[in-house]
């Protein structure tokens, strides 16, 4: 049980594109979802955090035009990278949360972006 | 603000034998959770072990268990009889209920044949 479902696992587009990716939970209703950036050989950073039927909330730095989040329904969540630049390429993971308070995040197998 | 640190970017251990990876958090709160997460190069994260921080008892799944200290607010990982399969990036993570979760810089495991 606890899948999370992330498409593309990978995408290269061109400069001043935009990009979609996706996150659904299959077998369980995701009440909070979580977008993560990951560098090579560096930890997760968060990128923001989507509530189903609310606005997301950025972490600090993270440009809300840049990286569009939709949270449409319990099980699907998706990150849409605007006008994408050579800079966003990066690693980018999605997770869900069940809800409880205790419950650990469900990763996505995540999605390599690369913008030439 | 909450963190997490990890002082240990990379370790080795010879298969089959023991290796504890470190990990330090601060925060005010009473009530948090704590995990460990591995990411092979598949880049998947795994859920290795979980600990709620109301609970003495140290976790324990097969053969990892944690050192929850939570006075000293150190949560270590224990790996025992390690595998080839373990070696992996591992990631200690901390949530506040209800809230995001943060994690370590992680640690680079490395299993000697």
């Known amino acids: 049980g606890a899948v999370v479902s992330q498409h593309p696992s990978w995408v290269i587009c061109k400069s001043g594109t935009s990009v979609k990716i996706e996150c659904r939970s299959l077998d369980f209703q995701a009440t909070t979802m979580f977008w993560y950036r990951q560098f090579p050989k560096q930890s997760l950073m968060l990128m923001a955090t989507?509530?189903?039927?609310?606005?997301?909330?950025?972490e600090q730095g993270v440009e809300k035009d840049k990286f569009l989040i939709n949270h449409a329904s319990l099980t699907l969540s998706t990150l849409t990278v605007t006008s994408a630049h050579p800079e966003d390429s990066s690693f980018y993971i999605c997770s869900a949360s069940a809800g409880t308070h205790n419950s650990p995040l469900h990763f996505g197998n995540g999605t390599r972006l690369t913008v030439t | 603000a909450q963190t997490v640190t990890q002082s240990q970017p990379e370790m080795s251990v010879q298969e089959a034998e023991t290796v504890t990876l470190s990990c330090t958090y601060d925060t005010s709160e009473s009530d948090y959770y704590l995990f460990w997460y591995k990411q092979p190069p598949s880049r998947q994260m795994i859920l290795v072990i979980r600990q709620e921080a109301y609970k003495q008892q140290n976790a324990t799944e097969n053969r990892f268990s944690v050192n929850f200290q939570k006075a000293a607010k150190s949560f270590s990982l224990k790996i025992s009889d390690s595998q080839l399969g373990d070696a992996a990036m591992y990631f200690c993570?901390?949530?506040?209920?209800?809230?995001?979760?943060?994690f370590g810089p992680g640690t680079s495991l490395s299993v000697i044949p």
């Open positions: 989507s509530n189903e039927g609310s606005k997301a909330t950025y």
């Open positions: 993570a901390y949530r506040a209920s209800y809230d995001k979760v943060i």
